[in-house]
């Protein structure tokens, strides 16, 4: 991909890459950090695009970028009402801040496998089958993640402030 590609990317897509990453991060200058680590990580990639839409593909990288910044740094900025008043994407299942927030002090215990699926289901709204897709698995691979998932939810909210493993990756 040459660079005048990734720039037309940058235009037409940037916005919408930031406003994922400012949904997970909730700090405007994490998330503009990490739409940076994207846009290195399409150079890097070059031709990594394998079809479909390019949005959901720079979506799913910002969704890592942001997810490895969480796990590098161990920063999640606080939940901020004024978060939700501006969805860059349709979250069927996240309507109250509430669960937006649980789904944030959720995502910063969750092993990397765990927080893709969360956000591939909680902001995309996708089935099992969309998750195989994008995450190039199996569906009975997404259905054992979102399982894990629903169990580490419970024991997380079931017992607040209490330490997770996070070595433990349960699929």
């Known amino acids: 991909m040459t660079s005048l590609e990734i720039r037309a990317l940058y235009e037409r897509?940037?916005?919408?890459?930031?406003?994922?990453?400012?949904?997970?991060l909730r700090d405007?200058?994490?998330?503009?950090?990490?739409?940076q680590d994207v846009f290195v990580r399409v150079l890097r990639l070059g031709d990594g695009f394998r079809g479909g839409s390019r949005l959901a593909w720079l979506l799913r990288i910002a969704d890592r970028a942001a997810l490895d910044r969480i796990d590098?740094?161990?920063?999640?900025?606080?939940w901020r009402p004024e978060m939700e008043e501006a969805p860059d994407v349709a979250s069927?299942?996240?309507?109250?801040?509430?669960?937006?927030r649980l789904l944030s002090e959720v995502l910063a215990a969750?092993?990397?496998?765990?927080?893709?699926?969360?956000?591939l289901?909680?902001?995309?709204?996708m089935s099992q089958a969309e998750m195989a897709a994008a995450l190039g698995c199996s569906t009975m691979t997404v259905k054992r993640r979102v399982r894990a998932l629903h169990e580490r939810a419970r024991e997380l909210t079931a017992h607040p402030g209490q330490e997770v493993d996070h070595a433990e990756d349960l699929a």
């Open 13 to 24: 897509f940037g916005f919408s890459v930031y406003r994922r990453c400012l949904r997970v």
């Open 110 to 119: 969750l092993p990397a496998r765990l927080q893709e699926v969360a956000l």
């Open 28 to 35: 405007p200058a994490l998330a503009e950090d990490a739409l």
């Open 92 to 100: 069927p299942l996240l309507q109250a801040p509430e669960a937006s």
């Open 72 to 78: 590098r740094d161990g920063v999640l900025a606080p």
């Open 121 to 125: 289901s909680s902001l995309d709204g």
